[in-house]
Each structure stands twice: as structure tokens, then as C-alpha cells.
């Protein structure tokens, strides 16, 4: 696959099993990062574009009986269609892209949670992306019990993938951990057992670092409380 060669963002993507604390610490970092001065489109998988959203609501469907290929190449159209309609043109207009779930679910959920082969994945995951990977990763890593009593708490509506049994997400948290092991360079694992506060603030110090690395003369990030939390 071709790189990009005009883009000038960043891309920052947010990881981990169900419950993990994705989209709170998503939604903090952006908000660090527009008071700071940053253009920050923050987004979403599955979802982020209407066919997205639609095929969100398919992959989610508890009494929808789906082959492991068939949700797989689900979520691989609602990744084309993001990669393509948001990701990318935001990227190209310079902005700082936070993306709460990529392409590294589909590996832990599909391959290391489903069994499904990890080279196969990885191409058409490439292909979906059209080679776009993330810059920097962040990988909140909880027990997969904890997480799960989190999203328990949060709601009691059915999640074809969230209900599935617990030995299913443990695979998932080993293999978003495997990956993170493979791909040291660009996965930064956050231990996200710890309250919201401290996981915040262990994700900003990592940010803070990384954009002072890549962006040089950047605003930076601005200290949570100057953001709405
Ligand atoms: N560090 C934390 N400690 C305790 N509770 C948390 C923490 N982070 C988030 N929560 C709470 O846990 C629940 C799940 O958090 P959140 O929705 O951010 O997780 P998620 O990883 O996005 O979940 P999902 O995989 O279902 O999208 C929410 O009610 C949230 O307020
Ligand atoms: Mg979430």
C-alpha cells in the first residue's frame, strides 16, 4: 500500500479490551489537546462515518448470528470507510487524529479472541487501512474481569461482542498485550486497573512526550482542569 505522502497530522489511536476506560481517556486527551491549541478530531470504531454507524449497530447485534470472517469483514468496511472519509482528509488538513479503537482490535478480538489467522488479518487489515497505521498507540490494559464489571455497571443493554465469556476477553487482553510486545515502538501499555484520575495523567505525561518528540515547536498539551473533564 502506498504511504501518505501529504500527511501532515498526527494519529493517536486508544486501545484495549471492553471497559478499559477507551472512551473517557479518549475524550480527555482530545480536550487536553484543543485547550492547548491543537486541531483534535476525535473519532471512533466501529462507527465515525453513516455506514459505520450502521455496521456498528449490525456488529453489536446480540441476536445477530455472525461467522468470525463475517464480523470480521464487518468491522473491515466500517475501518475502509473511516479510514477514508475521516481519518485520512483529517489528517491531510493537519489535524491531530484520536481514533477510541483501530486496526490493533481487530488482531486481538478477531485473531487472538476468535482465532483467527494473525497473517491473513494483518493483510486485510492493510488493505481497509490502505497501510495507515497509527503514529503512537495507546493500549490501557485491566483485567478483563474489571473491565467487563465496569461496562456492566455503565449499562445493561446486550453487545454481541462485549457478552461473550470472560476466557474470550482474557485471550483478547493477552493478545493486545502480545501486540504491544511486537510493536514496542509505537504501543505504550497504561495500566488502566488504577482510578480515571491516574490513568489520565499517566496517558498525558506519555503524550506530552511524544508530541514534544514529533512536533517540536507544538503548543503542547494543556494540564487537565484547564479542560472540561
Ligand atoms: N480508570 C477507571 N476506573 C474506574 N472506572 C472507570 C475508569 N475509566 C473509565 N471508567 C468507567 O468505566 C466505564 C467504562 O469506561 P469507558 O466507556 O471509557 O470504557 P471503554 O474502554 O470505552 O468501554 P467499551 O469497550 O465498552 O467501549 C464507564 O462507566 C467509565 O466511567
Ligand atoms: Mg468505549
Given at each position: 500500500m502506498p504511504a501518505d505522502p501529504i500527511k501532515r497530522g498526527a494519529f493517536i489511536t486508544v486501545?484495549?479490551?471492553d471497559g478499559a476506560g477507551k472512551t473517557t481517556l479518549a475524550r480527555a486527551l482530545a480536550a487536553c489537546l484543543v485547550d492547548a491549541g491543537h486541531q483534535v478530531r476525535l473519532t471512533f470504531e466501529p462507527g465515525g462515518t453513516e455506514l459505520g454507524n450502521h455496521l456498528r449497530s449490525l456488529v453489536l447485534n446480540p441476536d445477530l448470528d455472525l461467522s468470525d470472517w463475517e464480523e470480521t469483514w464487518l468491522f473491515l468496511a466500517a475501518r475502509a470507510s473511516h479510514v477514508s472519509k475521516v481519518i485520512r482528509p483529517a489528517l491531510q488538513d493537519g489535524e491531530i487524529v484520536i481514533s477510541d479503537r483501530?486496526?490493533?482490535?481487530?488482531?486481538?478480538?478477531?485473531?487472538?479472541?476468535?482465532?483467527?489467522?494473525?497473517?491473513?488479518?494483518?493483510?486485510?487489515?492493510?488493505?481497509?487501512?490502505?497501510?495507515?497505521?497509527?503514529?503512537?498507540?495507546?493500549?490501557?490494559?485491566?483485567?478483563?474481569?474489571?473491565?467487563?464489571?465496569?461496562t456492566r455497571a455503565r449499562t445493561s443493554s446486550r453487545d454481541r461482542i462485549g457478552d461473550a465469556a470472560l476466557a474470550?476477553?482474557?485471550?483478547?487482553?493477552?493478545?493486545?498485550r502480545e501486540l504491544a510486545n511486537l510493536s514496542a515502538g509505537r504501543v505504550?501499555?497504561?495500566?488502566?486497573?488504577?482510578?480515571?484520575?491516574?490513568?489520565?495523567?499517566?496517558?498525558?505525561?506519555?503524550l506530552r512526550e511524544w508530541l514534544d518528540r514529533q512536533l517540536g515547536?507544538?503548543?503542547g498539551v494543556a494540564e487537565p482542569g484547564s479542560a472540561d473533564q
Open positions: 486501545e484495549g479490551g483501530y486496526a490493533d482490535s481487530t488482531l486481538a478480538y478477531q485473531g487472538f479472541g476468535r482465532g483467527l489467522d494473525l497473517d491473513r488479518l494483518r493483510r486485510v487489515n492493510d488493505e481497509a487501512t490502505q497501510g495507515l497505521m497509527p503514529d503512537l498507540t495507546l493500549l490501557l490494559d485491566v483485567p478483563a474481569k474489571v473491565g467487563l464489571q465496569r474470550f476477553h482474557e485471550q483478547v487482553n493477552a493478545g493486545f505504550i501499555v497504561i495500566d488502566a486497573a488504577r482510578d480515571a484520575t491516574l490513568v489520565r495523567a499517566a496517558a498525558l505525561k506519555t515547536d507544538s503548543p
